[in-house]
């Protein structure tokens, strides 16, 4: 009788143990799961996050136009960036927008109040714009020029709606023939009307508008 109480007890030892492995065994399964799970969603956001930005400017602009681009002014204070693209029909585009410089790289600000110009590149042609940047408080001329080889600076003045001079300014037109230069905010939702001369390097007036 003895012998068989300790058998039966040692039976119901042996069935706790083993209840108790199998539970423990789940618990570091469950465990497993979330981790590997934790890990996946991790590995998501990390590929999401660098897969938004682009090691150049260039290829984040070229991720949002299916045509080349070719940047003629960049600012990576201010994030401005002044381009050259095609249109769908393949005609030259000039474009100004913001962007958005990260570690990881550039994000172009695709939507959110890109200028686009049209350019006629078949003979002498210039276009010269004041206007907003993108959709931030930031005013500037800008503008762009073809075939004018001697082409050096562009004076330009700017009114208010009266008539009067609110603003006047000399900027250098860059290697890429374009030019890009900041306007006082205040005084860009006062302009009302753009007069320019383009000047070559002796102030001989070529071009006045």
């Known amino acids: 009788m003895r012998w068989t109480l300790c058998r039966t007890f040692h039976r119901v030892r042996s069935g706790r143990r083993m209840k108790s492995q199998a539970r423990l065994e789940r618990v570091h399964q469950v465990r497993g799961d979330l981790l590997l799970k934790g890990l996946i969603w991790l590995s998501i956001l990390i590929f999401t996050l660098v897969g938004c930005s682009s090691p150049t400017l260039q290829e984040a602009i070229e991720k949002n136009h299916d045509q080349k681009v070719e940047i003629l002014y960049q600012d990576d204070v201010d994030e401005v960036v002044l381009f050259m693209t095609e249109d769908y029909t393949g005609e030259p585009l000039l474009c100004l927008n913001t962007f958005t ?16 110009q049209s350019v006629d590149l078949s003979s002498e042609y210039e276009i010269i714009k004041v206007s907003s940047v993108g959709d931030r408080s930031i005013g500037a ?31 250098e037109i860059s290697e890429a023939n374009s030019v890009y230069e900041k306007v006082p905010y205040a005084i860009l939702e006062m302009t009302h009307n753009l007069y320019y001369q383009i000047l070559d390097s002796e102030n001989n007036v070529i071009v006045e508008w």
């Open 101 to 116: 410089k990260e570690n990881s790289g550039y994000k172009y600000n695709a939507g959110t109040g890109e200028h686009g």
């Open 141 to 171: 001329i800008w503008g762009y020029f073809y075939d004018y080889p001697n082409a050096e600076s562009v004076s330009y003045t700017l009114e208010d709606e009266q008539g009067n001079v609110i603003y006047t300014s000399d900027v």
